[in-house]
């Protein structure tokens, strides 16, 4: 007999949450984080969409995330997973950089992903103090202000578009000469008054002070003028990468690499699960990632039940 029922990979909110449901469930669950465990919420500041809670901060809500996975008995250990292989009688084998190897008939892979970074000096300083990289998430912190949104994709216009509802202005940043965004979105983003494109420009630096974000520094790349555009918040939208690239073989995905899986968060390989940030859908929340969770761990119950009748575990 394996030594797991499932191995959870990332220990971030929708980790976190497949475990405790795991642990509820009575199953064999192993849970495996490269870092500290809760993901995004350790990047930011303060969440006010979370059910139950009018406003708490990242950190505080992944130490209760941790504490709820590990009074159920989750089994959280600090590994960097290398690799998720189906094997030839359909076990999974994940291994890590230490060497182990784990087996498991299920995986659950919640390891989310990294939204690109402009990699600019003041990025990193003024993070959660002016600089986000989610209109949902912090929109309303900035009622009445004015900010600016780098790229020129569909997530840059489109959020653009979304952040007017609670900013007075929004200055959209882009670097070429024309959005790549779908035209459907470009015109409704354009028609907005309160938007306005600042085109074939970059941002050098973001500028601040002790109490966050107070500008950006642009070179135009037409005429190589350097300009200080005057926001309070930058939402930077030039890309999401979504760590899928663990699982060899095939399975199926969007041209992002986004994993795709049915209503029950399996992805086209038997047995392999995918929750949270790294799969394909509308929006990513903490919300979703923990009902993305919910649903991965109770219907890994559910195929390990339905294995079991069928005689072949
Ligand atoms: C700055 C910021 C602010 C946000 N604000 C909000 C908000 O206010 N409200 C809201 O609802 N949502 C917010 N979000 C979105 C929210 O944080 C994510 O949707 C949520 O964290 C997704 O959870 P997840 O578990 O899918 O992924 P993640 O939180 O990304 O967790 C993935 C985990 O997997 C681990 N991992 C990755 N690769 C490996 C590996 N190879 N081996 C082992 N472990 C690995 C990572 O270390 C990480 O801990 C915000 C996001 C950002 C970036």
């Known amino acids: 007999m394996l030594d797991f029922d499932v191995i959870i990979v990332g220990g971030g909110p929708a980790g976190l949450c497949a475990a405790m449901y795991a642990g509820r469930g009575m199953l064999r669950a192993v849970l495996l984080e490269r870092g500290l465990t809760g993901g995004e919420l350790l990047n930011t500041e303060k969440i006010e969409d979370y059910p139950g809670f009018l406003s708490i901060l990242g950190p505080e809500l992944a130490a209760k995330m941790t504490e709820h996975a590990v009074a159920f008995g989750a089994d959280i250990r600090q590994e960097n997973v290398d690799a998720i292989e189906r094997l030839g009688d359909g076990t999974y084998q994940v291994t890590t950089d230490s060497g182990a190897t784990y087996l498991a008939p299920t995986v659950i892979?919640?390891?989310?992903?990294?939204?690109?970074?402009?990699?600019?000096?003041?990025?990193?300083?003024?993070?959660?103090?002016?600089?986000?990289?989610?209109?949902?998430?912090?929109?309303?912190?900035?009622?009445?202000?004015?900010?600016?949104?780098?790229?020129?994709?569909?997530?840059?216009?489109?959020?653009?578009?979304?952040?007017?509802?609670?900013?007075?202005?929004?200055?959209?940043?882009?670097?070429?000469?024309?959005?790549?965004?779908?035209?459907?979105?470009?015109?409704?983003?354009?028609?907005?008054?309160?938007?306005?494109?600042?085109?074939?420009?970059?941002?050098?630096?973001?500028?601040?002070?002790?109490?966050?974000?107070?500008?950006?520094?642009?070179?135009?790349?037409?005429?190589?003028?350097?300009?200080?555009?005057?926001?309070?918040?930058?939402?930077?939208?030039?890309?999401?990468?979504?760590?899928s690239g663990l699982i060899k073989g095939h399975f199926d995905h969007d041209p992002s690499g986004y994993i795709i899986t049915d209503d029950r968060m399996m992805t086209s390989m038997p047995g392999l699960f995918a929750a949270g940030d790294l799969r394909v859908q509308l929006t990513r929340q903490v919300t979703t990632a923990v009902g993305d969770a919910t649903t991965a761990a109770i219907a890994v119950e559910k195929y390990l039940t339905e294995r079991k009748t069928a005689g072949r575990v």
């Open 109 to 243: 892979l919640t390891a989310g992903g990294t939204p690109t970074k402009l990699g600019v000096p003041g990025e990193v300083e003024y993070a959660g103090r002016g600089v986000s990289y989610c209109a949902v998430c912090d929109g309303a912190f900035f009622k009445g202000e004015t900010i600016a949104v780098v790229g020129g994709g569909d997530a840059a216009v489109e959020e653009a578009d979304y952040l007017t509802r609670y900013a007075s202005k929004v200055y959209i940043v882009h670097r070429r000469a024309e959005f790549r965004a779908s035209k459907v979105v470009q015109e409704r983003a354009l028609a907005n008054p309160k938007i306005e494109v600042i085109w074939n420009s970059t941002v050098n630096e973001l500028t601040g002070g002790p109490g966050g974000l107070t500008g950006l520094e642009l070179e135009s790349s037409v005429t190589s003028e350097k300009t200080i555009l005057p926001v309070t918040g930058c939402f930077i939208f030039i890309g999401f990468k979504p760590n």
